[in-house]
């Protein structure tokens, strides 16, 4: 994956709260949408429903929301930050820039009702509309501030703890995802899944399929997708990085996490986010087609 070195990169998209304090108030709508968790789902910690903090969820909640916060850092010190590096891809906070810059530029074009949605970049533990969170939960989308949260030691623990090969692709493809919960929320596609519902063919299954599908017909445009100057931001996207971003697919799939990493016993009516084979589907779907309607997940009977 090859970046534009002299593309323009705007970090008013990114609120960082690594440093501490509560966070700055953003209006939004209730926390009733979709992908509260989106890639992660249950993977590590079930914080949120899939409808971003429902009431299956509110007692955790309730339980994290003493954690300390800090104070959110100026857009001005990440702004400073990629406008001095020589290299956007050797440098992962500005790699994340321009990869929510690209997906949100991409969306854009696509909805003439699109409203940008910032990433907050936090460590540790966060406050969110939707309740507080720790790391643990992985990258997730709060309907309820429509905001995109992410702890960047996830990807760290992607390779670590779930064998992922890793790399720049898989970074974006984890935030298209999240920007495609967002897409889902100005769509109204959260208002067809019923709150906790689980299964394999279930709400929350195409909902995250869905999302996956996006964040593939994504791909297929970021050479093409301008950034804040017009210019794309990323260069080239080869098929090793395609690959890379289909292996993480398997490895967050709820049939391996539950093989991999949990009691070993495959418990399909709990799917929240499809199998490895499904969530493969769904993205190849997406980056081969480019279309993003072809990720209609909730009018087949064939999710894979």
Request: proline letters at 4%; aromatic letters at 8%; glycine letters at 14%.
């Amino acid at each position: 994956m090859r970046y534009n070195e002299n593309a323009r990169l705007d970090a008013s998209q990114v609120q960082d709260r690594r440093r501490g304090g509560l966070p700055a108030s953003r209006g939004g709508r209730a926390a009733v949408g979709g992908g509260g968790l989106g890639i992660v789902g249950v993977i590590v910690v079930v914080l949120l429903t899939q409808l971003g903090g429902g009431s299956g969820s509110s007692a955790l909640l309730d339980g994290l929301g003493s954690l300390q916060q800090g104070q959110q850092a100026s857009p001005g010190d990440l702004q400073a930050e990629c406008d001095a590096v020589a290299s956007t891809a050797a440098n992962q906070d500005c790699r994340l820039l321009a990869d929510i810059n690209s997906v949100q530029g991409y969306w854009a074009g696509q909805m003439s009702s699109y409203v940008p949605a910032d990433t907050v970049f936090f460590s540790g533990s966060v406050r969110t509309a939707c309740g507080s969170a720790t790391s643990a939960a992985g990258p997730f989308y709060c309907p309820g501030d429509q905001l995109v949260y992410l702890d960047a030691d996830f990807f760290r623990e992607l390779e670590t703890r779930f064998g992922a090969r890793g790399g720049p692709l898989v970074e974006a493809y984890v935030l298209a995802h999240e920007y495609g919960h967002h897409v889902q929320g100005l769509l109204g596609t959260n208002a067809r899944v019923t709150r906790g519902e689980t299964g394999p063919a279930s709400g929350s299954v195409r909902l995250e399929l869905q999302a996956d599908c996006y964040a593939g017909a994504w791909v297929n445009h970021a050479t093409t997708a301008p950034g804040p100057d017009g210019q794309p931001l990323i260069l080239e996207v080869t098929d090793a990085d395609v690959a890379s971003a289909l292996d993480t697919a398997a490895r967050i799939g709820d049939d391996y996490i539950q093989t991999q990493l949990g009691g070993g016993t495959v418990d399909p009516e709990s799917f929240s986010h499809g199998t490895s084979a499904q969530r493969q589907r769904w993205f190849d779907a997406g980056y081969r087609s480019g279309d993003p309607n072809r990720c209609d997940t909730f009018s087949t009977d064939d999710l894979g």
